[in-house]
């Protein structure tokens, strides 16, 4: 993947691209577009077919089109990996300004993979080679990771590790880089959680004593999201086989779960294990979706192509409510989830949006799209609903449905997430 032209060229408020409408109907909706007063000064991510872009919310100009970019936990800071294959530079962006802050050597063959939820430190590994998932990778017998620090200006630290790994997140103190362990290594069929000491390097487990999660784990449909203080990683599991025990207290059969979310906390090292019990996990797994809320204190996950639905607590590792409601419309494409500032649930999918409570985890609202839709998010005041289809970001009244304006875009593959410029 590597720069193009510009992304986005502007914005057409007047453009009949796409249009939504009231639950009680499926036409073609007769409320006018608005004008805003004012528009949020946000920092969209999106991720296209050539990488990350930074785009300016109010005015649709492209700031940045980064190639094999991650993105830090709390979004501030953007690593791209470009430069000829004997040359690689990894590009530090402000993605509030857009500025980049550092230019730094890049291990040959290593590829960005997650940075510290300072974005002090990142961490590189081997790519995935073609066909494999993030959650079966293919089979090796070594694992080759590198760890950067972009603000210090010291040389990357290489590990050489014997074993199959993945990248999880580094602990809140910078001392560990936690790893998914796959086993057997040159034929996984499952995985356990480890912790690389930067140090000395050397891998150890997470004590019996932090875990509310077996050894190992089988799983398929990985989803992963940091919560807003990146000191938490939420990973949804699906359809594990056999694998049903998660250090759960016995109240329900094994058979009736197919679905938890793995709790990693990142400052104490401890893990827990959230069951999601039938029918999570028993339908697609591209039709899954997962959300935090922006403060941290609920996350949600839908299972629409069995119309599962459920809040959890992380500070409580506990299901608060959890319904199987119409989700029917959202089974097409992939499934994406977005919590509001209000703390209303946005989820999409196909050519629906629906707006639920969500402590009640009611429909509301359900708008009908002339687009298929890839992903939503809300802008940082919450007035506003970016919506991400082919080639163009709408631009929606949260509350009403009604259409503000449109960003013209080309290849856009979903919305990683924004901020606001202070």
Not at 16 to 43: G, I, N, Y
Not at 189 to 196: A, E, I, P, V
Not at 235 to 254: C, D, V, W
Not at 388 to 396: K, N, Y
Request: some cysteine; glycine content about 12%; charged content about 20%.
């Amino acid at each position: 993947m590597g720069c193009g032209t510009k992304l986005f060229v502007g914005i057409a408020a007047t453009a009949m691209l796409a249009s939504c409408t009231p639950p009680s109907t499926s036409t073609t909706p007769t409320t006018p577009e608005v004008e805003l007063a004012r528009h949020v000064d946000d920092r969209l991510l999106v991720q296209t077919r050539r990488g990350v872009a930074v785009i300016d919310a109010a005015t649709g100009a492209a700031l940045v089109e980064a190639s094999r970019a991650v993105a830090s936990p709390d979004l501030s800071r953007l690593y791209s990996l470009g430069g000829p294959r004997d040359a690689r530079t990894i590009t530090v962006i402000d993605v509030a300004t857009g500025a980049t802050l550092d230019r730094l050597g890049a291990p040959a063959g290593l590829t960005p993979g997650v940075a510290s939820s300072d974005g002090d430190l990142l961490a590189l590994a081997s790519p995935h080679r073609r066909g494999a998932t993030p959650w079966l990778p293919a089979g090796r017998r070594r694992t080759e990771i590198a760890v950067v620090a972009p603000e210090t200006g010291t040389a990357a630290r290489l590990y050489d590790l014997k074993g199959n790994f993945e990248l999880e997140g580094f602990s809140t103190d910078g001392r560990q880089l936690f790893l998914l362990e796959y086993m057997p290594a040159t034929n996984p069929t499952r995985y356990g959680l480890r912790r690389l000491n930067l140090e000395g390097g050397t891998i150890r487990s997470i004590k019996e004593s932090k875990q509310n999660a077996p050894g190992s784990m089988r799983g398929t449909g990985r989803i992963a999201r940091f919560s807003p203080s990146g000191h938490e990683l939420y990973t949804l599991y699906t359809q594990q086989g056999p694998n049903y025990a998660h250090g759960g207290n016995g109240e329900h059969e094994p058979g009736d779960v197919y679905a938890f979310v793995h709790l990693l906390n990142l400052e104490g090292a401890w893990t827990h294990c959230i069951d999601l019990r039938a029918p999570f996990g028993t339908g697609k797994v591209t039709t899954h979706a997962m959300a935090v809320s922006p403060d941290g204190t609920r996350l949600y996950v839908a299972d629409p192509s069995s119309g599962g639905l459920a809040v959890i607590d992380p500070g409580k590792t506990k299901v608060l409510r959890s319904v199987t409601t119409d989700l029917s419309g959202l089974r097409r494409g992939v499934a994406s989830a977005h919590v509001g500032s209000d703390g209303a649930l946005y989820l999409s999918g196909g050519d629906e949006i629906l707006v639920i409570d969500g402590d009640t985890l009611e429909t509301v609202e359900r708008w009908r799209m002339r687009a298929p839709v890839s992903s939503v998010a809300t802008s940082s005041v919450g007035d506003e609903l970016y919506v991400a289809l082919a080639d163009r970001m709408l631009v929606l009244d949260a509350t009403t449905g009604a259409r503000t304006r449109m960003i013209q875009a080309a290849g856009i593959d979903g919305i990683v997430g924004l901020m606001a410029r202070d």
